[in-house]
């Protein structure tokens, strides 16, 4: 009888850091690289948020799974490898933090690629992906599988792991929600559009707390993602704090990287699989 994925425990918490910096503006235009207080906001996230919260983790002695695109590693030599040295998981997330959706075949193939090699060229070991604003084509888990990676966390298709079929293999699927997402808290900016609403952290705290105890009770993944320009603010960073004392507190969440939960999925041959492949769709219904 094979080992369950989640080992016994009520939930599974995996914490997510999408370091972004600058590239979700730049996806928009390379205009923006003009903008000198909007870079700054972004810049905060590995400046400022990412050290903060990484002692927090230390602290708690937590740990967690950081997804670095590609141009961020590169821009800041070192920044991923620092993130590993601490004991956590540093993943892929893209390159240029364009979505899949909005590249031809060839330009996903190419950003994907591109951010691999940065990271070999970095000595840095990647076991999993997530797509840019989790906008993943039918594509993009083909081309996790294609190049070796153990995981993906892009869809939407349960709450808890499963497996999805790619002709180039199996995947793991460690699933994502816009209610675990600290950008639709958070995220504002005068231009581009990426977000108009600033919630106050104790409501947010209260969210996360409301969907962890949701989660223990029907055993599933309770997979966060945080910014660390959105979340690395002081007032943000205590109310993630509260959650994760909420979280110890209770005794029955267990906290791992998101590589180590994969690997245990991939042991569970209980998991089940999902189709993986788009609807069919009549034109005459639904014009292009």
């Not at 699933?175 to 231009?191: C, T």
């Not at 979280?247 to 267990?254: H, N, S």
Request: charged share 25%; glycine share 8%; net charge negative.
């Amino acid at each position: 009888m094979s080992e369950s994925w989640h080992g016994g425990a009520a939930a599974v918490a995996t914490l997510t850091f999408d370091v972004d910096a600058e590239t979700p503006i730049l996806a928009h235009g390379r205009g923006y690289a003009g903008h000198a207080t909007t870079m700054s906001h972004q810049a905060y996230g590995p400046d400022v948020g990412l050290p903060r919260i990484l002692g927090l983790l230390d602290e708690l002695a937590v740990p967690a799974t950081f997804f670095v695109p590609g141009w961020v590693a590169e821009q800041r030599p070192g920044l991923a490898a620092s993130i590993a040295e601490r004991g956590h998981e540093v993943a892929h997330h893209s390159y240029s933090h364009r979505p899949p959706t909005s590249l031809t075949p060839e330009e996903e193939r190419a950003d994907f690629v591109r951010a691999l090699e940065v990271f070999a060229a970095q000595g840095v070991e990647i076991s999993g992906h997530r797509a840019a604003l989790w906008e993943a084509t039918w594509r993009t888990a083909g081309l996790v599988a294609e190049h070796g990676l153990l995981y993906d966390s892009s869809l939407m298709g349960d709450d808890r792991p499963y497996i999805v079929e790619t002709g180039a293999g199996r995947v793991v699927e460690l699933p994502v929600h816009w209610s675990l997402d600290d950008w639709e808290q958070y995220a504002y900016l005068p231009a581009p559009n990426v977000g108009a609403v600033i919630e106050s952290p104790a409501k947010v705290l209260e969210l996360w707390r409301t969907e962890l105890d949701g989660m223990r009770r029907y055993r599933c993944l309770f997979n966060l993602c945080v910014h660390p320009f959105l979340s690395g603010r002081p007032g943000r960073v205590e109310a993630l704090r509260r959650f994760l004392e909420y979280a110890l507190e209770r005794g029955d969440v267990r906290f791992a990287r998101c590589r180590d939960v994969a690997r245990a999925a991939l042991a569970d041959s209980g998991l089940p699989v999902r189709p993986h492949r788009p609807p069919v769709v009549d034109e005459e219904t639904y014009p292009a």
